[in-house]
């Protein structure tokens, strides 16, 4: 099995900034896309930002220029650097990755993880 820890979140004013972290474990051969969504009571989970295993990164248009997605390999991490927060990134964050993990044989399946609080508030 490949478990998700995500860490990082918490309750920042407005302009402030956070980073959150998800490190995957288990018997994980490869890992492909690793992104960020995030969701609020009443909507849907959105995209927030991905990056695939070559370092190509793509966000949602309403946090261009303020969020930073990158991961570490060999740590089987990807992060979310948040600057610039405002009132509206407020949500619960999951990250989401796309792995090869063997269990006997090999399997590739999409992992989510459990969700961590992002309030900005003064």
């Known amino acids: 099995q490949v478990q998700l820890v995500e860490s990082g979140g918490g309750l920042v004013q407005p302009g402030g900034s956070l980073r959150l972290s998800c490190a995957a474990s288990?018997?994980?051969?490869?890992?492909?896309?690793m992104g960020w969504y995030r969701q609020t009571p009443g909507k849907e989970r959105e995209l927030v930002a991905s990056i695939t295993s070559g370092g190509n990164s793509n966000y949602a248009d309403s946090v261009k220029g303020r969020f930073t997605i990158s991961r570490d390999n060999a740590k089987n991490t990807v992060y979310l650097q948040m600057n610039s927060l405002k009132p509206e990134d407020t949500a619960v964050y999951y990250c989401?990755?796309?792995?090869?993990?063997?269990?006997?044989?090999?399997?590739?399946?999409?992992?989510w993880g459990q969700g961590t609080q992002v309030t900005v508030s003064s």
């Open positions: 989401k990755v796309d792995c090869m993990y063997y269990s006997g044989s090999y399997y590739r399946r999409v992992y």
């Open positions: 288990g018997s994980i051969f490869s890992i492909y896309t």
